[in-house]
């Protein structure tokens, strides 16, 4: 199994502002997906993540909005841009097993925007 | 696309009953299906996942789903439920494959209540 860490783990900010959400593995993928999961709601796929290329969004996100980095195969940042307080959610990361048919997720990021 | 339909938000069961989380899927092809499980401000666990192999799946801390394709349903089941499982669980089908890994679509999730 994979290990994942995020930081930061909950953080408050100002509406406006913008935060970068770290992911470390502690294994080499290709692929890391992020999610974000709203206040009561479920887990919606922001974006698919892989090394050396550009992020491919899902509908409803854009990467000026949630810009993504990828520069290895063990890491990568979420930034969520110019925040207000509809953005408030858990954030979080995921990585798949070597076999492609389970997933792997972070702790999360708890954000709240003020 | 695929999607998942959890029949419950919420379900509130007395400790040592068994528990029942229903979850209905809607897919193009035979999918893979997951049940996750997510204790308050911890990360999301695996509790058991069915890719295409024996129809009924055991998991961790006594779990197990049946996949049903004539009914499209893969119902979670405990036969007695402990105080410590009380959590929000979350029936996720596979969608499609990118480079190797699966997009994975999640309910909208069961919060399960244990009463004492």
């Known amino acids: 199994s994979a290990v994942i860490s995020q930081k930061p783990s909950r953080d408050i900010c100002q509406r406006g502002t913008s935060l970068t959400i770290q992911c470390q593995v502690d294994?080499?993928?290709?692929?890391m997906f992020w999610y974000r999961q709203q206040p009561g709601q479920s887990l919606t796929l922001i974006a698919t993540?892989?090394?050396?290329?550009?992020?491919?969004?899902e509908s409803g996100f854009v990467i000026d909005k949630f810009p993504i980095s990828r520069p290895n195969l063990t890491f990568s940042t979420l930034t969520v841009s110019n925040m207000s307080p509809e953005d408030s959610s858990i954030y979080l990361c995921?990585?798949?097993?070597?076999?492609?048919?389970?997933?792997?997720f972070g702790q999360g990021t708890r954000l709240t925007v003020v | 696309a695929q999607s998942v339909t959890q029949l419950d938000s919420h379900v509130s069961v007395s400790e040592g009953t068994p528990v029942l989380l229903r979850c209905n899927y809607s897919?193009?092809?035979?999918?893979?299906l997951f049940w996750y499980v997510q204790h308050p401000n911890k990360g999301l666990q695996l509790l058991l996942k069915?890719?295409?192999?024996?129809?009924l799946v055991k998991g961790i801390n006594g779990f197990e789903a049946e996949f049903k394709k004539s009914e499209t349903s893969f119902h979670l089941t405990k036969p007695s439920a402990h105080m410590s499982d009380a959590a929000e669980y979350f029936c996720?089908?596979?969608?499609?494959?990118?480079?190797?890994?699966?997009?994975?679509?999640f309910g909208q999730g069961t919060r399960l209540t244990i009463n004492p």
């Open positions: 995921s990585v798949p097993d070597g076999g492609g048919t389970e997933a792997f």
């Open positions: 294994s080499q993928v290709t692929m």
């Open positions: 993540a892989n090394q050396g290329s550009e992020a491919t969004y």
């Open positions: 897919s193009s092809y035979s999918p893979s």
């Open positions: 069915y890719t295409s192999a024996a129809t």
């Open positions: 996720v089908v596979s969608d499609m494959i990118i480079q190797g890994a699966q997009k994975l679509v």
